[in-house]
């Protein structure tokens, strides 16, 4: 898992190694980037030293099986490249990228360099990229989900997972893009407003999910439930967004 750390213990990191060790997998950390952050907003990012990152993959990979890999703020577009890299030598694994370019407070978590990089080269390396509502229409170029998504999936992309838990509404939709004729939805009841690191956490989930055999599919479906239960004992941790409860025991 290769994400930013967020000392509000929110998103990032921390999301994924608690989401992925509630679904019964061993997260293997790397950091990308460390932040100046809260529940309310990223204020500052700094990106790791790539070197060490391509170092620290290639310890790993010489002495733990990796099942699946999931992204999330990757810090630059040096990064991208030692992660391609390492990931020539595994074409079987899958990979899961949360496209993360601003936090939900408006911080930006990706420069114009590292956004030209995921899409020309990570996004069609990745199994499927779960953006958000905004990141949709910025990296999808159109304000239309839909054609935002067949866009990327034109651009390279296997399957796009829209994300509705920014959206309004009774429900939350998350809506799944690929080559085939319809895009499967998922429906769930929203609850409250928005949530710190539910997008990380859904991600982290869905990797977890295919880590463990899963098919895509099952894994979404599992992912989104999973997310939903730990909204409902949300965490008021600050000022800011509610921060879901992880740590809640899961029924596999």
Known sequence: MLSGLDPSGGAGIQADIQACTSLGCHPLPVLTCLTVQDTVNVYEA???????????????????????????????????????????????IPLIVDPVIK???????????????????????AEMITPNGDELAILGDNAD?????????????????ATGGHGTGLHITNTLYNHAPEPMHWNVERVGGVYHGTGCTLAAAITAGRAC????????????????????????????????????????
């Open 46 to 92: 700094d990106a790791i030293d790539a070197d060490l990152i391509h170092r620290q993959l290639n310890c790993l990979a010489g002495d733990t099986p990796i099942h699946a890999v999931k992204t999330g703020a990757l810090g630059n577009a040096a990064i991208v490249d030692v992660l391609l890299e390492l990931l020539q030598d595994y074409p079987e």
């Open 103 to 125: 936090a939900a407070g408006g911080g930006d978590l990706a420069d114009g360099e590292l956004i030209s990089v995921m899409k020309s080269r990570l996004f069609p390396r």
């Open 145 to 161: 989900p839909e054609r935002a998504a067949r866009n990327l999936l034109d651009a390279g992309c296997s399957s796009v997972l």
């Open 213 to 252: 055999g899963l098919s895509p599919r099952a894994a979404v479906s599992q992912a989104q439930n999973y997310v939903h239960r730990a909204v409902l004992h949300a965490l008021e941790v600050g000022k800011g967004q509610p921060v879901p409860d992880r740590g809640i025991p899961w029924e596999r």
